[in-house]
């Protein structure tokens, strides 16, 4: 079992960053694919970036997040970040670290995968951006 926490989470005005972090604890070895999801209130969880556990290939984002997001690891193989820059208010929702010990690298730098395919949750943080 792999243990996620994030934090960073907070309020922001448009146009500004926030720098969100995942620290993860337990079989992390195990791990092949990481993830970062967002949801808002009736919506469907949205996955915005995810890339392959450590491994050196681009990461995949949504359409939504391409060009001001960016996912990455850290050097311990214990932790994933998301560096978000020029937030809009499209932007707020409940951000969600995922990782997943039952996918292949090889499907995790292929296609850009779904809630389903992770089995492994934080508790989520809150991003408010302002406008």
């Known amino acids: 079992q792999v243990r996620l926490e994030e934090s960073g989470g907070g309020s922001v005005q448009a146009g500004g960053s926030l720098r969100l972090a995942c620290a993860a604890s337990g079989s992390t070895t195990s791990v092949t694919c990481l993830s970062w999801f967002r949801q808002v209130p009736g919506k469907e969880r949205e996955g915005v970036a995810q890339?392959?556990?450590?491994?050196?290939?681009?990461?995949i984002y949504a359409d939504s997040v391409k060009g001001r997001f960016t996912i990455s690891q850290g050097n311990a193989n214990n932790a994933v970040y998301l560096q978000m820059d020029r937030l809009g208010p499209e932007d707020t929702a409940v951000y969600f670290c995922?990782?997943?010990?039952?996918?292949?690298?090889?499907?995790?730098?292929?296609?850009?995968?779904?809630?389903?395919?992770?089995?492994?949750w934080g508790q989520g943080t809150q991003v408010t951006v302002s406008s």
């Open positions: 995922a990782a997943s010990t039952v996918v292949s690298r090889v499907t995790c730098r292929a296609t850009h995968l779904g809630s389903g395919r992770f089995n492994n």
């Open positions: 890339i392959s556990a450590r491994g050196d290939e681009p990461a």
